[in-house]
């Protein structure tokens, strides 16, 4: 059975007694059981969400249907994990919007 480091989250050998990557103190048997069913938080490790495909979604609907374009584009502005997805909603949004006038400009002329 393996071990948790309770602060880091790494995994220890079962006879630790410090976690090899924080320094953590590692509680025993005794004060694992006094504890009960406490639940221990580890950090979520993640891997920078940039909302990749929903920017590649997002020009790409720009282009074809741009209400489609500029509702994906509010959403990726509207998003505070990632200056990437903020920086490409707004690019999205001008995008459809210039294809939407076009197209507007192009079904009144002809």
């Given amino acids: 059975m393996s071990k948790f480091c309770p602060s880091c989250g ?3 050998k079962d ?5 090899k990557n924080c320094g953590a103190s590692i509680p025993t048997n005794e004060q ?7 639940q221990q938080n580890y950090p979520i490790e993640t891997s920078g969400n940039d ?12 282009i074809l249907i741009p209400i489609i374009g500029i ?3 509010i959403y990726l502005s509207t998003r505070n994990d990632s ?7 707004k690019y999205i949004i001008i995008l459809a919007v210039i294809i939407w006038f ?3 400009m192009m079904v009144m002329r002809g």
Avoid at 51 to 62: D, K, M
Avoid at 83 to 89: D, E, L
């Fill in 15 to 19: 006879d630790a007694k410090f976690c």
């Fill in 71 to 73: 509702i994906i584009g």
């Fill in 10 to 12: 790494e995994e220890l």
């Fill in 102 to 104: 076009i197209s507007f």
């Fill in 83 to 89: 200056a990437n997805a903020k920086k490409h909603g």
């Fill in 32 to 38: 694992t059981q006094t504890t009960g069913n406490m």
């Fill in 51 to 62: 909302h990749t495909i929903a920017v590649i979604l997002g020009y790409v609907f720009a």
